[in-house]
């Protein structure tokens, strides 16, 4: 039977407020008699065709055909929902992380109001480490394209809400509490312990530029496409022909070079950290005349120079993030070999499926420890149940 515009957008209300857990509502239409259901949906998706542009040009998404709902769905909405994940929780934990360094530096300065770090620094910490995490929510992946499409429950991490939760946010923030300590602690005692210990600005440089590279390694293991195309775009068939017709792009298929994820995560994570130390010199060496007109430091000239100059600096620069990833992986690697999820199995899967067929040469190995193992263990983990699915 047919339904008028109003009663459409109706019954999306009545799921959406009276239905407990809370659902999230889709709502697909082709039709201009679609339009209210559409916009009263959390998610809207329309389809173009031979009733007009009124649907598309009144949803979130929009398709040609209704067989583009299920990848738009299984593979972008998921891969999507993860990686979104991923950038929200890691924004927070980072300057949760600078603000943790900044208050027990306050505790020993008897909360005089001097500053750990230069002020710019400060102002530009956002700028340093913001390019790395925002490639990581557009290129990352866990599982290909069609390993998701054929393996549809995965779907329900998504559903589920598992990627960004309170336990998420509060295991983030513990996360954050922590790695703020160890950056503090073994930058102070190793530094102000030395026999060539400079004062003030330079600990925080060092402090600084340590926790900045901690951080930046956070994000490579907090990414699963990080080295050359773990997880390939393209199927080998079609990696075959494009070699065969010495096209640089997947005939149809893959809408990107089958390589581009892998270039574009490396350049800006080293073009940050490259960032952040040219910023630093040519900030502290403006000329002398110019400190009166411009909001420079003047006693933070040549700073950085002095800092780098130091072996202690090197040491911290190396010391410090490899205590924070030994920190964050270890613990990871025994979950994910004791207790892993759904996810981490069905991606420990695809990944000795991937080499298996020989794509050594594409990929570099996992960061997530045991994976294979794990997916080679039938009885690694149970099946969802078909309530989950």
Not at 198 to 227: C, D, H, P
Not at 228 to 237: E, N
Not at 326 to 355: M, N, T
Request: aromatic content about 14%; proline content about 4%; some cysteine.
């Amino acid at each position: 039977c047919r339904v008028s515009p109003k009663q459409k957008a109706l019954l999306v209300r009545t799921v959406k407020k009276c239905i407990s857990p809370t659902p999230v509502t889709l709502g697909i239409g082709d039709g201009a008699n679609d339009v209210a259901m559409l916009q009263e949906a959390q998610v809207g998706i329309g389809i173009s065709g031979r009733e007009g542009q009124q649907a598309v040009n009144s949803s979130d998404f929009a398709i040609s055909q209704f067989k583009f709902l299920k990848p738009l769905l299984m593979v972008h909405g998921r891969w999507s929902y993860r990686r979104q994940a991923k950038v929200v929780l890691y924004s927070f934990y980072k300057n949760l992380v600078l603000v943790v360094t900044l208050f027990l530096y306050a505790l020993f300065s008897g909360f005089s109001g001097t500053a750990a770090y230069e002020d710019m620094l400060i102002s530009g910490f956002n700028l340093f480490l913001g390019m790395p995490i925002i490639m990581t929510g557009i290129f990352d992946r866990d599982v290909t394209r069609e390993y998701a499409l054929k393996n549809t429950w995965l779907y329900v991490s998504g559903r589920t809400n598992r990627d960004l939760n309170v336990q998420q946010v509060a295991k983030w923030i513990m996360q954050a509490l922590f790695h703020g300590n160890v950056i503090f602690w073994l930058a102070y005692y190793s530094y102000f312990g030395a026999a060539d210990a400079q004062g003030r600005w330079t600990w925080g440089t060092i402090a600084y530029s340590a926790m900045v590279q901690a951080l930046q390694v956070k994000v490579l293991a907090e990414t699963n496409t990080f080295l050359i195309q773990q997880y390939p775009v393209c199927t080998k068939s079609e990696i075959v022909e494009l070699r065969r017709q010495e096209k640089l792009r997947c005939l149809g298929v893959c809408e990107e070079p089958c390589c581009s994820r892998w270039s574009w995560t490396w350049f800006f994570w080293f073009g940050s950290i490259l960032f952040f130390f040219s910023f630093a010199f040519i900030y502290s060496d403006f000329p002398d005349e110019l400190y009166e007109d411009l909001p420079v430091n003047a006693s933070f000239e040549h700073v950085p120079h002095v800092a780098l100059a130091l072996p202690l600096h090197w040491l911290l620069f190396i010391l410090i993030p490899m205590t924070i990833l030994v920190i964050d992986l270890v613990p990871r690697a025994i979950s994910r070999f004791w207790l892993p999820v759904h996810d981490e199995v069905q991606a420990g899967i695809e990944h000795c499926r991937l080499k298996e067929h020989g794509w050594d040469d594409w990929e570099g190995g996992d960061i997530g420890f045991g994976l294979c193992s794990l997916g080679s263990k039938k009885t690694a983990v149970k099946p969802a149940p078909m309530s989950d699915r």
